[in-house]
């Protein structure tokens, strides 16, 4: 702490990343991180991006990559929005569109940066409770609201709405924004994106960090209607007109275009999550039904902390939250099927010691 902050860094509680540890041998399951590598595609034109062209500034409008977008979602390029990662993408999605004097609404267990960006943004929020399933229940949220965010599938917990329960809540409030975090749809979720055309409160955020395996790229994207794309154009040139350098351009436009090793990655992700809830169940472990490319589970009779750390202590790493009503359970990413191996591997050896 210095003296020098200011007050409102002092009130700030940060959000709190997932671990990057240097630890040899590690089966690093934290981060939900693609086990298979990018497009070679994507990867060959980011090495061909870096060129002599680096002394000049990138394209601040990303027109481009915009435009690859476009087509493949259907959607008008004055209705997509990029920047460094979808967690920058919703840092102005807060500023531009949520901060209003009713209160923001999002569920209890979500994707922890949303009270993170409240806090720094000086927003009001009220969390809802998800039900005793971890299901949103669209019931909850016939309240007055300054507007929307929910993370589809929900993070930690994997689980979906449906397209269609989408569309009622959009019934439901079509006078205030709501925003779709679809981080993970691609690994068995229903996009909200083709809402947009008849919902211009709708702004759908994605990610290529997951799916696409170019999270160290850190490109992001929402789709909406071109209001609400020039609000968060606002936002962003008025704090970095610049967010996406030339080889993040590069790589995302070619990921973009390649929809074959897009669709075989996600499916090879789809199909070891199913083997890995398997295993987790006969080692006793109940566990959501989930749309991501991670699992949210809890064992029947051992607590999440010493499980963790008993990985840990096996060189396999998980996530747990410290938050009392997900406290016993563990984030596990799907990994390859060696990784998978291991895991079961150390979780019966550590079952079977207690």
Not at 61 to 66: H, I
Not at 83 to 90: A, F, I, M, P, Y
Not at 137 to 162: E, F, K, M, Q
Not at 300 to 328: H, K, N, S
Request: hydrophobic fraction near 45%; glycine fraction near 8%; include cysteine.
């Amino acid at each position: 702490m210095s003296r020098y902050w200011s007050d409102l860094t002092r009130t700030l509680t940060p959000y709190v990343p997932g671990e990057q540890p240097r630890v040899a041998d590690l089966v690093k399951l934290n981060t939900n991180e693609s086990p298979y590598g990018p497009s070679p595609r994507a990867a060959e034109a980011v090495r061909a991006a870096a060129s002599e062209d680096l002394r000049l500034y990138p394209d601040p409008q990303s027109l481009a990559l915009r435009e690859a977008l476009a087509r493949r979602h259907g959607v008008g390029v004055d209705q997509v929005f990029v920047g460094n990662g979808s967690d920058e993408v919703l840092a102005h999605a807060f500023v531009a569109l949520l901060k209003r004097d009713a209160p923001l609404l999002f569920p209890d267990v979500t994707y922890s940066f949303y009270p993170v960006y409240c806090g720094l943004f000086g927003i009001t929020f009220e969390t809802v409770p998800l039900d005793d399933a971890f299901r949103v229940r669209l019931v909850d949220y016939r309240r007055p609201a300054g507007g929307i965010i929910l993370a589809n599938p929900n993070a930690p917990t994997g689980v979906a709405l449906s397209r269609a329960e989408i569309a009622a809540l959009l019934a439901q409030h079509a006078d205030i924004p709501l925003v779709i975090d679809e981080a993970y749809v691609d690994f068995g979720g229903e996009s909200a994106a083709p809402l947009i055309a008849d919902h211009p409160n709708l702004l759908v955020v994605q990610t290529m960090s997951k799916s696409r395996a170019l999270a160290g790229l850190r490109v992001g994207y929402a789709l909406g209607d071109a209001g609400l794309i020039e609000g968060l154009m606002r936002v962003k040139d008025s704090f970095n007109s610049y967010p996406l350098g030339r080889p993040a351009q590069a790589g995302a436009i070619a990921s973009v275009e390649d929809e074959t090793f897009f669709r075989q990655s996600c499916q090879a992700v789809v199909a070891e999550r199913g083997r890995l809830t398997a295993g987790l169940e006969r080692l006793g472990f109940e566990v959501l039904p989930s749309s991501a490319n991670f699992v949210f589970a809890r064992h029947t009779t051992a607590a999440g902390a010493g499980l963790a750390a008993g990985l840990r202590e096996r060189a396999v790493l998980v996530r747990r939250f410290q938050a009392p009503r997900i406290a016993d359970h563990l984030r596990i990413t799907v990994g390859t099927p060696a990784q998978t191996d291991r895991l079961l591997a150390a979780l019966a050896e550590i079952l079977g010691a207690r």
